[in-house]
C-alpha cells in the first residue's frame, strides 16, 4: 500500500521550519507495510490546498495530512477536501461540547472562532483528540482514505498511534517492510557502488540506496513482502554478499554509527582509550564521549594545536616536529604512544592534518590527515588526503581515527585488547 | 515570482532524513523577492519524479530542484528532465575531464560510472561545482526556468550563491525581503517572548518569528518591501528596542554564532584561550577550533574525565574533588585556573557537570553543569541546571562557557584582554 503525506502550513514554507511531523508518521507506516511515495509541503492557500489533495488522491490510496485544522481563518483543511469531496460540512455537537469544556476547565469561555473547529465533512469519523481542541477526521471516498490530523507533535503522535494506526492495521494485511542498512566506511560512493552493483542488480525486488555522508557510505536494502521468512533469507543472502565484496569496510550493519562500534569494543574487551588530537580540536574526544556511560573507557584527551604542547603533553620530541614536520606520520605515532603512556590507557590515539582553508602547502595540502593508534603490542597508522572543507576534513580525519581502533580490535581477536584493562582501570581515581 | 521547490531522492522519504536544503534555498529566494509556494519530496523513480517536475511547471515559473546528480544508477534527475523536454543527454567532455582530474588528484582513478555526471541536457547550462564531481544546470523552456543543483549541502549552497542567484537577481527587480536575525542566549523562548512582545507587535507589517534551538533563542524580522530605506529604519529602530529590552543577553545581531563571536573577540586582542574539559568532552574545544584561522588564539586544551587526570592535567587538588566533588563550582574555578597556568594563555576555561544519563543524585541531578573563565585578573564562574538529554546538556554547557567568556569581554573594554597577550603567544612554538 502506498501513501502520501501532506504537511499544510505557510510557516512550513519560511526558511525557519521544517515538517518533522512526516518523520514520524513515515516510520509508523512503513512499520505495517505502507511506503510514503511523496511528501508535499503546502501553505495556507485554498486552491493550492485543494489541487494538493486532488492530485495525492489521483496516485494513492491513502493521503494523511498535518496542521490547518486550527480555529482561526487560515487554517483551511477542514473546508478545502469537504469541497474536492463535494460534501457538506456539518455541526458536530458533540465536538462543540467537548471544546466548550475544555475551555471551562481552564477556566476561560470558548471563543467564537473555535466552533469551526467542531465542522466535520458529511460521512466523516471523528478521531478524538484529548490533548488539543481539534479533532482528527478520517474520511473515506471512493475507496481512497482521507486522514486529517492536527499539526502540533505532541497532539498528532499519541493521536496516530491510538486511532490512525489501528484502523489502517485492519485494513491491510500481510506485506510488511523489511528494511537492512550496511554503513561503510574509507570507500566512496562510486566505489562502494561498483563492487555491489553485480550482487544487488540480481535482486529487482529489493530497493537498494547508496547514501554518501562525510566519511562513510551507507546501504539500504529495503523488501517488501508478506512473507516474512523469504525477507529474512533474501536480505541475508545480500548481506552476506557484500561482506564479501566490502570486506573489512563495513563497519555497522544494524545501525551502529563508527563511535557506537569502537565504544562497545572497548566495554566489552574492559580496555581504556586516550586521545592527543591535533587539526580535529577535539572532535574525537567529544564524538567517543557522546555515548552514555563513556567514562568507563575513555580516560582523558589533550588538544595540542600548539606544537609546544604536543611536546609538553604528548612528549613529541621537538627535533622530530623540526625534521618532519606537525603534519607527519612520525608525529602522528608519537601522539599515540605518548598520549597513552602519559594516560595509561590501553589503546593511544594521535591525530595530526592540515584542516584547512589555510596551512597548506605543495608537499602537504589542505586534507592531509596522519592518525595513529598505539597499544601494547605496538602501533597502526593510516594516511589520507581527503577532499571538502574543514568541517569535512576534520570529520573525516574523526572518522579514519576511529576506523583504524576498530580494525585493530577487528585483527586481534577479543581477547587482545585487554591485555593492559586491568592496569589502565586501576590508574583511574 | 513564484518558485517550487522538488527535494530529490529516496532516502528523503524514509523516517532517517529531512531535505533540509529547502530551508537555505527559501531563505536565499525570499531574500530577492522570490515566493515559495510549495516543497515536494519525491523518490528515485522515473516516473514520480517525471511526474512531480511536470506539475511543477505547470504551476510556476521556476522550479529549483536537489539531489539525483549523483554517479549511480539511481540517480535519475538529469535523465528525467531531459525526457520530459524532450531533449537529448550529451555528455560535455569538459566536464568529464574535470571530474577525471579531480579523482587523479586524490590519488585515484576515476570509476566508469561517474561517466553520467558529465551528461548536459541539450541547451542546458552548466553550474561549475568546484566542491563536487556533479554540475549543477540550468535549463530554460517555454518561458520556464529549471535549476538542478548536487544534493550534498556543502556543495549546494556555494553553488547557489555563486551561480544561481546571479542569474535570478539579473530577471527580477522590485520587492525584496529585508531580513534580521538576532541571536539570544541564557534566556527562554518565552521569556524572551515576554520582554519583546510589547515592541514587535507595533509593527504589524514585519513578520516576526522567535526559535528556540539548544542554548540559544533566535529573533527572525522580515519586512518585504521595495522602499529599502523604509525597512532599514523600521528594522534598525526594532532592533534597538530589542538591545533595550534583551540587556547583554544578545550575543549576535549579524547571524554569527557564538562561537565565531567570541574567535572574533579574541582575535581583536591578539588574547590566546585554553580548556579543561569534563562532561563536554572535547565540545568546547571541537567549536573553538572549528573555525579557520583557530591556531592563532586556541593553544590547546585537555579532556580531564577521570579525577585523576584533573590533578595531574590542571593541577586540582585530590582533597578539593573529595569535598567538594567533581562537579562543583570549586573545581570548575581550579579547572581554569590550573589550565591557563599551565598553558599560558590569556584565558583559561573549566567545565565540570553532570551529562547524564546516568551520575545524577538528589543533590547533583544530572544537568547540573559549573563552568569558570580564569583571565590575568581573577576568575568568573556561573553554574545551571539543564533540561534535556545528554546531547543538548553537553551543547547548552558549552554554550553558557562561551558565553561566560563572550561577557568577560564585554565589561572589560577592548584592550583589557590582550594584557598578557604577549607573553602567552611568545610561548608558542
Known amino acids: 500500500m502506498k501513501a502520501e503525506i501532506i504537511a499544510v502550513g505557510s510557516e512550513l514554507l519560511t526558511p525557519d521550519r521544517l515538517d518533522t511531523n512526516s518523520l514520524f508518521l513515515t516510520e509508523e ?24 489533495f486532488r492530485d495525492a488522491l ?54 467564537a472562532v473555535n466552533v469551526r473547529q467542531a465542522m466535520v465533512p458529511e460521512g466523516g469519523e471523528i478521531l478524538e483528540n484529548p490533548r488539543g481542541t481539534a479533532p482528527g477526521l478520517w474520511i473515506e471516498d471512493s475507496g481512497h482514505s482521507i ?84 525477507a529474512k533469507e533474501t536480505l541475508d543472502g545480500i548481506v552476506r554478499s557484500f561482506e564479501i565484496a566490502l570486506t573489512d569496510r ?30 580535529t580540536g577535539g572532535l574525537l574526544a567529544q564524538r567517543l564521549t557522546s555515548i552514555a556511560g563513556s567514562s568507563s573507557y575513555f580516560l582523558g584527551g589533550v588538544v595540542c594545536y600548539s606544537n609546544e604542547l604536543k611536546t609538553t603533553w604528548a612528549d613529541v620530541p621537538a627535533e622530530m616536529i623540526l625534521a618532519k614536520g606537525a603534519v607527519s606520520t612520525e608525529v602522528a605515532i608519537a601522539l599515540a604512544e605518548g598520549i597513552r603512556r602519559r594516560v595509561g590507557s590501553t589503546l593511544g590515539v594521535g591525530i595530526t592534518g592540515i584542516a584547512g582553508p589555510g596551512g597548506g602547502s605543495e608537499e602537504k595540502p589542505v586534507g592531509t590527515v596522519h592518525v595513529a593508534v598505539s597499544f601494547a603490542g605496538g602501533v597502526k597508522e593510516r594516511g589520507a588526503r581527503f577532499p571538502g572543507d574543514r568541517e569535512s576534513i576534520r570529520w573525516q580525519a574523526s572518522q579514519m581515527a576511529l576506523d583504524v581502533v576498530r580494525v585493530h580490535f577487528l585483527y586481534s581477536g577479543r581477547n587482545a585488547g585487554g591485555q593492559n584493562a586491568g592496569k589502565s582501570s586501576s590508574k583511574r581515581a
Open 250 to 279: 563495513i563497519f555497522s550493519e544494524d545501525g551502529r554509527s563508527l563511535e557506537e562500534v569502537v565504544a562497545e569494543e572497548l566495554t566489552l574487551r574492559n580496555a581504556t582509550i586516550s586521545a592527543a588530537e591535533s587539526c
Open 58 to 111: 489521483n496516485r494513492v490510496p491513502l493521503v494523511i495530512a498535518s496542521g490547518g485544522l486550527g480555529p482561526t481563518e487560515d487554517d483551511l483543511t477542514r473546508e478545502t477536501v469537504a469541497d474536492l469531496l463535494g460534501r457538506k460540512l456539518c455541526r458536530n455537537d458533540a465536538i462543540l461540547h467537548y471544546i466548550e469544556a475544555r475551555f471551562r476547565s481552564m477556566g476561560r469561555e470558548m471563543p
Open 29 to 52: 507506516l512503513n512499520g505495517i507495510g505502507i511506503e510514503v511515495v511523496r511528501k508535499t509541503v503546502v501553505g495556507d492557500d485554498r486552491d493550492l490546498l485543494g489541487e494538493a
Open 147 to 230: 486522514v486529517l490530523l492536527p499539526g502540533p507533535p505532541r497532539e498528532l503522535k499519541p493521536l496516530f498511534r491510538e486511532q490512525v494506526l489501528p484502523r489502517l492495521e485492519r485494513r491491510i494485511s500481510g506485506v510488511r517492510m523489511h528494511h537492512r542498512e550496511i554503513r561503510v566506511t574509507g570507500l566512496g560512493e562510486s566505489h562502494v557502488e561498483q563492487r555491489i552493483l553485480p550482487i544487488y542488480s540480481r535482486y529487482p525486488e529489493v530497493h537498494t540506496t547508496i547514501l554518501a555522508a562525510p566519511g562513510e557510505t551507507q546501504i539500504h536494502l529495503r523488501l517488501w513482502t508478506d512473507d516474512a521468512q523469504h
